[in-house]
């Protein structure tokens, strides 16, 4: 008789293990989305994510959006593509160029991570976005204030750069009131956004367009960081064609953008992500495009009043291209992802909110054969960071993260998303990287 219940409760053990490796919604402790940023169709890759880490894409991803992404026109960064604001998903289209971009905006079914588009204009026929009033939407900054739910989007227009050398240009830059930050208000009870106003305008491009924009922790600031000129697959930038990147600072209030700081560097260009600090004083911000003299400014920290530079450091092993941040969810660590080499760098973040490089190394690579320049977002849920392999694998690497800041890679990561396996990274580009957890 006991050799019947050990064996009923070993069958029970082999039923359970088994259900937690199957891709069912109750196995799932939150779901995690990208954007396909496809030429032909954007859509949004949505994928479920299991309490040891793993992912599995959800039935009926990629949801379309309706609209165009960019990635035919090949790498331009951005970060906060993709933003979740209460019970809605809100994801840039970069495409339709030199026509306006647009945002779509879904509804999340909270309890299985599927996706509904909700149509921005309801007295027409079909299926509407909004119009970002800009070219090449970039980044979305969401923030509760005062009772309002407002919802700020930058368009980045283009990113005319230099390459090798000697130099040949590739694209111009051309003056437009497109490359600006557009204001919307957002009804939470419905997903619809309302068009307010035009918060900045960068018409002339001498220091590129916007790549990330975000609101600091109480509201009354925004930030937001912009391309430069870059000289890039050189071994050092000609720094007479490189044109610094920049960080520009306003107070917000009810729509008003005002101008309180700008940060700029010569020989530091191709500012991407940035993250606000927790105690909302600084702005931790990541530089990928650096001469020579400045490779100690892959990290810089900022005022976050007046854009002054406070603390610059390495990221990676040298100039790596840092572009991508994320501080911590218990606020102790800033990481930063250098597209270059796909190494993830771990900063501690202090009492003061200053930032310490204690680990030595203190930066971690993807594994697998991931080739020069592919990872891009960071998403953190519980103790696993997420990163994306945007741009030529079409992965996501999934890290435990230990207190001490390193990040250990799971077995069988990185994850390769099968609605984009044969992909070229002129086919899908991912833009942005988000998700929640499920509430039990």
Known sequence: MKKQILFVAFLILLISCNDDDQDTNDNYKGYIYTSTNSSEGNGIIALGRKSNGKLSELPGSPYATGSLGDAAEGDFDTQGAIRIVGDYLLAVNAGNNPVNGSISVFKINKSDGSLSQVD?????????????????????????????????????????HYEMSPPITVGTVTSSPLRNVAVFTFDKSNGMLTYKNIGATYNDGSNGGPTTIDFNHSGSKIAVSTWGVTHIMTPDPILELQKPGRLYIYDFSDGTLTPTGTYEEVGISGNIGFSWSPNGKYIYASNFNLHSSKEDNSVTVLDGNTGAKLQNFESGNRNDEACWTWVSNNKSKLYVVSFAENVVSVFDIAADNKLHKTLSPNYFTRAGNI???????????????????????????????????????????????????GKTKEQHAYLGLTGFEKKH
């Open 371 to 421: 080739p020069m320049g592919d990872s891009k977002d960071m998403y953190q849920a519980d103790d696993y960071l997420y990163v994306s392999g945007a741009f030529q694998t079409h992965t996501l690497s999934v890290f435990k993260m230990s207190n001490s800041g390193a990040l250990n890679e799971l077995s069988g990561s990185p994850y390769a998303v099968p609605s984009s396996i």
């Open 120 to 160: 921005q204009n309801t007295s027409t026929p079909g299926m509407d976005n909004m119009d970002s009033y800009g070219i090449r939407a970039s980044s979305i900054a969401a923030k509760d204030i005062g009772g309002s739910s407002w919802v700020v989007v930058s368009n980045q227009h283009s990113n005319p």
